[in-house]
């Protein structure tokens, strides 16, 4: 798959079979998030993979957007850190993109759970043990899709384009 099939065809996958990910293929999913731009290749960031049922069913009782990890195969939760990075959300978001496309490419379904920045995302990370100071990005939600969907319309460019200045067409 090219990275504009892959790019254009991911969809966010919220039902899944009940299906473990093979190993190496988890692997690669997090390979393509260790390959993420970072702000001074600064690669401040954890990632941590959920596979304990248990774990996965706390957090999906906490976060209501969420539930769907309680049945995902894993999920892979994002963590970096302000202190040392002053782009700690972005390099976190570029892993967490990166991810969800390989991910796809890879035939597995996932999406995208916004704890960051929410009211859920102190509970979360006592859940997962991260220190108070770090930033939880993005969990991903991981299995092999048991749904297929057809994409959520997008804005013509034409809608979203400036040229030189903002609001110039
Ligand atoms: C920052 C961010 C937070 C998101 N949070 C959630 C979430 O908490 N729960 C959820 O079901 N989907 C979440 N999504 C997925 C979006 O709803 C989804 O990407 C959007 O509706 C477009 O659909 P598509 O990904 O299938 O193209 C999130 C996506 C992003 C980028």
């Not at 996965?56 to 309680?70: D, H, T």
Request: aromatic letters at 8%; proline letters at 5%.
């Amino acid at each position: 798959m090219d990275v504009f099939e892959a790019i254009k065809t991911r969809r966010s996958i919220r039902r899944y079979r009940k299906e473990p990910i093979p190993e190496e293929v988890l692997l690669k999913v997090l390979e393509a998030g260790r390959w993420a731009p970072s702000a001074k290749n600064s690669q401040l960031w954890n990632f941590i993979v959920l596979k304990d049922e248990e774990i996965k069913r706390k957090i999906a009782e906490v976060f209501p957007s969420g539930r769907f990890l309680a049945d995902a195969a894993c999920g892979i939760a994002v963590v970096t850190d302000p202190k040392t990075s002053n782009h700690a959300v972005e390099d976190g978001a570029a892993a967490a993109q990166n991810m969800l496309l390989a991910a796809h490419a890879l035939g597995l379904g996932a999406c995208w759970l916004g704890v960051y920045g929410g009211v859920y995302e102190e509970k979360i990370k006592e859940i997962l043990n991260v220190p108070k100071e770090k930033f939880l990005v993005s969990i991903i939600s991981l299995g092999f899709p048991a749904e297929t969907l057809t994409a959520k319309p997008r804005k013509s460019l034409e809608e979203i384009l400036f040229v030189n200045r903002y609001g110039e067409k």
